[in-house]
């Protein structure tokens, strides 16, 4: 549903929008034409023009998507915006280690153009991010240069998994 909480009593506005099956996270472009909605259990991301109320379509992640954050360089054109989205749960790097620890994992957000989603032709890359505290990364590469700036921005700052001491870390 929309939710119009600018009014003195919040009030829905038109019928509610079908997203999708257990929806987690919501952004909303720049300009605020387009909303993009994480679709938790199904893996996808369901595109909404806003002006019309109305589902475009969905750009498939896989994956569990949690977060969503959408980029802003300012030039007033949502379309070249880039949309990033984060799965929940981490992947394993290497199937034969399928341990839980967070060495065998990597995280994994997916990202595409807004231009792309709206004209149903998303095609999401993925950026993985690796195991902070693996001994062939460097700390300053995987955790302050990359991992924590990204985390932060997704306002994920609690990650509470199974974890190990490497040696010689």
């Known amino acids: 549903s929309v939710i119009d909480l600018t009014a003195a009593k919040p009030a829905v506005i038109g019928q509610p929008i079908s997203v999708g099956v257990e929806p987690r996270g919501i952004a909303i472009t720049p300009n605020g034409k387009f909303a993009f909605v994480a679709n938790f259990t199904i893996g996808q991301v369901t595109v909404i023009n806003l002006e019309r109320l109305a589902v475009l379509g969905s750009v498939k992640t896989g994956g569990n998507p949690q977060a969503i954050a959408i980029s802003n360089d300012g030039d007033r054109n949502d379309r070249d915006e880039r949309v990033f989205v984060t799965r929940l749960f981490g992947e394993l790097i290497d199937p034969a280690r399928p341990d839980g620890f967070d060495d065998a994992k990597q995280g994994v957000v ?9 004209d149903g032709t998303a095609q999401p890359a993925q950026v993985a991010l690796g195991a902070v505290g693996a001994p062939e990364v460097p700390d300053p590469a995987s955790l302050w240069a990359l991992r924590l700036p990204i985390c932060q921005g997704f306002d994920q700052y609690a990650n509470v998994r ?6 010689g870390v």
């Open 110 to 118: 997916d990202t595409f153009t807004v231009g792309a989603a709206v």
């Open 162 to 167: 199974p974890t190990r001491v490497l040696p």
